[in-house]
């Protein structure tokens, strides 16, 4: 461990680069677990990036979450970004309406000026619920926009905490740990190297959808975070970590 606590920042990103398979990996100093400046900072750095790629007419994604919430607080207000549209990746859940997606994606719009459609239905329903909500022409409208999505900005949380966030049972939390569960994204649940051990059904993007899209920018960082990030994966060639050196060197533990 003596090696990794002494490489740059730099060649840490490299080796997160290639070992979990981002095009780009952005590092801030500092971890976020032990200093709330570094949240900022970590949304500074996000914005930075996204404001860097978007281009005239692109759809873009948001997930809930307090580091999205983080990313959409530092985004330079501007109006020359008034041909964007911002629309929620998935459903809503839980009663913390600051980091729901649908709050995020109404804020950021009113900061660039741009057009924006949010979802009103929860993230977590059964299938059967999901089939029927999908048959409201409005809601299929929306969804339809949300698929034409070309940038995805999406938080990784660990699998536990984001378990209980969900409101799932102690029983069914117990279950996703013991299939190895460690980080979660999109629903989406990742034991070690990123194995798929749950996908909850869900109106809006997957993981599958991560796949397709222009960029992918994930923003995540905090050393209790490490080991989930380090399980999560994607699986295309367009994705972009933004992270902290907290969880990086904890990322490099884990693999
Ligand atoms: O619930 C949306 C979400 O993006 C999850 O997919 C992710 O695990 C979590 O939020 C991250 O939340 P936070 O940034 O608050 O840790």
Avoid: C
């Avoid at 730099?10 to 570094?38: C, F, M, S, T």
């Avoid at 924006?116 to 977590?124: E, G, Q, T």
């Avoid at 059964?126 to 929306?142: D, K, M, P, Y």
């Amino acid at each position: 461990e003596f090696v990794s606590e002494i490489k740059g920042l730099d060649e840490i990103e490299e080796i997160l680069k290639r070992e979990l398979h981002y095009k780009r990996v952005i590092i801030v100093p500092g971890d976020l677990d032990e200093d709330p400046n570094v949240k900022s900072e970590l949304g500074r750095a996000a914005a930075k990036y996204v404001a860097g790629i978007l281009r005239k007419g692109d759809i873009i994604a948001l997930t809930g979450g307090s580091t999205i919430r983080d990313f959409v607080d530092s985004f330079p207000k501007k109006d020359e970004y008034g041909d964007l549209t911002i629309v929620p990746a998935r459903g809503s859940m839980g009663k913390d309406i600051e980091i729901q997606s649908n709050t995020l994606v109404a804020s950021l719009a009113e900061k660039l000026g741009a057009s924006y459609r949010l979802l009103n239905v929860p993230d977590n329903m059964s299938e059967r619920t999901l089939e029927a909500v999908l048959e409201e022409s409005e809601i299929r409208e929306v969804v339809s926009t949300i698929k034409k999505a070309n940038v995805i900005i999406l938080g990784i949380g660990r699998a536990d905490v984001m378990a209980k966030r969900r409101g799932l049972g102690p029983e069914d939390i117990n279950n996703l740990i013991t299939l190895g569960a460690r980080g979660e994204a999109f629903g989406t649940y990742f034991a070690r190297n990123g194995k798929i051990v749950k996908k909850a059904a869900a109106v809006g993007l997957s993981i599958d959808d991560s796949l397709k899209v222009k960029d992918l920018v994930a923003v995540s960082g905090g050393t209790s975070k490490g080991d989930a990030i380090a399980a999560v994966r994607f699986a295309g060639e367009n994705a972009v970590l933004v992270t902290d050196e907290g969880a990086a060197r904890e990322i490099i533990k884990a693999l």
